[in-house]
Each structure stands twice: as structure tokens, then as C-alpha cells.
């Protein structure tokens, strides 16, 4: 636990990592979330996240390499947070530093995350910080938990 786990604005230079990490075909299978070539990548990116000011996000750094993001966005009257995490950071306690900092930062609530049901570490990383089941919801032929942060 002696590493630096921080959150910061995202800059252009955290981009080609990001997309890097979003390619990881084992990160696709188990979140169901598929990966964007690299031009719908880079727009996703500049207009639906960077370029709408009602989203929140942070790219997290560990010992100041970019390791992953979190977002928060709105869908309809719910807002919603999401995270991807690099690989080579899954299962070292990053995800649920940078979870807790960033819940801090964000402080709507009610939040609500929408993990694929079948990424157990997923679920129980939002359950550790007070998410609870509020259903299913389903994309595509993916069933999802729908999880809950009350105020």
C-alpha cells in the first residue's frame, strides 16, 4: 500500500493511455463494454466527455502513471459513475483509493453504477463503498446490477 494513488484532471497526454487500457480484451469480457477504435475513441472522448460540463472526471494516477479513470455522467435523472482500470492495476487495492477519493469529489447523490453482474470484483468494489442492489438492467444480451449510493 505504499503506492501513490491520486486523481487529477485529465490531460490530452492521458489519452493514448486510456485507449490502450480500453483495448484489453480480458477488461471487455468481463465489463461486457467494448472497446472503440482509436477515432470514435478520441471523439467519445473530446465531445460526450471532456466536452460536456455536467461530467466529472478524473484520470487516476499511481506513482504519477496514468492507471485508469472515473467518470460521472447524467442519464436522464440519474447520475451515473463508471471506472476502467489498466490491467496491470487490477487487484491492488487501486481502484478502491481512487473510488473513495473520487466519491468525495462527486458529491450528487443519489449515484447509481450499472456494472456487468458477472464482474464480481466490480460489484463488491462498489459494495465496500455503500452501493446496494437496486435491480437489473439489461444491454444488450447483458444482464447488469443495478447498484445505488444513497445520500
Same mark, same amino acid.
Given at each position: 500500500?505504499? &503506492?501513490?494513488?491520486?486523481?487529477?484532471?485529465? #490531460?490530452?497526454?492521458?489519452?493514448?493511455?486510456?485507449?490502450?487500457?480500453?483495448?484489453?480484451? &480480458?477488461?471487455?469480457?468481463?465489463?461486457?463494454?467494448?472497446?472503440?477504435?482509436?477515432?470514435?475513441?478520441?471523439?467519445?472522448?473530446?465531445?460526450?466527455?471532456?466536452?460536456?460540463?455536467?461530467?466529472?472526471?478524473?484520470? =487516476?494516477?499511481?506513482? +504519477? &502513471?496514468?492507471? +485508469?479513470?472515473?467518470?460521472?455522467?447524467?442519464?436522464?435523472?440519474?447520475? %451515473?459513475? @463508471? %471506472?476502467?482500470? +489498466?490491467?496491470?492495476?487490477? +487487484?491492488? @487495492?487501486?481502484? #478502491?483509493?481512487?473510488?473513495?477519493?473520487?466519491?468525495?469529489? &462527486?458529491?450528487?447523490?443519489?449515484?447509481?453504477?450499472?456494472?456487468?453482474?458477472?464482474? #464480481?470484483?466490480?460489484?463488491?468494489?462498489?459494495?465496500? /463503498?455503500?452501493?446496494?442492489?437496486?435491480?437489473?438492467?439489461?444491454? @444488450?444480451?447483458?444482464? /447488469?446490477?443495478?447498484? =445505488?449510493?444513497?445520500?
Amino acid at each position: 500500500m505504499d &503506492e501513490d494513488v491520486r486523481l487529477r484532471d485529465v #490531460t490530452e497526454a492521458d489519452l493514448e493511455p486510456l485507449y490502450e487500457q480500453q483495448l484489453d480484451a &480480458e477488461a471487455v469480457r468481463r465489463s461486457r463494454f467494448p472497446s472503440r477504435e482509436r477515432e470514435a475513441f478520441m471523439t467519445h472522448w473530446a465531445t460526450k466527455i471532456l466536452g460536456d460540463s455536467t461530467v466529472f472526471v478524473q484520470t =487516476v494516477t499511481v506513482d +504519477g &502513471e496514468p492507471a +485508469g479513470s472515473l467518470v460521472a455522467w447524467w442519464e436522464g435523472q440519474r447520475r %451515473y459513475i @463508471g %471506472y476502467w482500470f +489498466g490491467r496491470p492495476y487490477w +487487484g491492488r @487495492g487501486i481502484g #478502491t483509493r481512487a473510488l473513495a477519493l473520487f466519491l468525495r469529489a &462527486e458529491k450528487n447523490r443519489p449515484l447509481y453504477a450499472d456494472p456487468f453482474i458477472g464482474n #464480481t470484483a466490480s460489484v463488491r468494489l462498489l459494495e465496500r /463503498h455503500g452501493f446496494h442492489h437496486a435491480g437489473t438492467i439489461y444491454h @444488450g444480451d447483458n444482464d /447488469h446490477a443495478l447498484l =445505488v449510493l444513497d445520500a
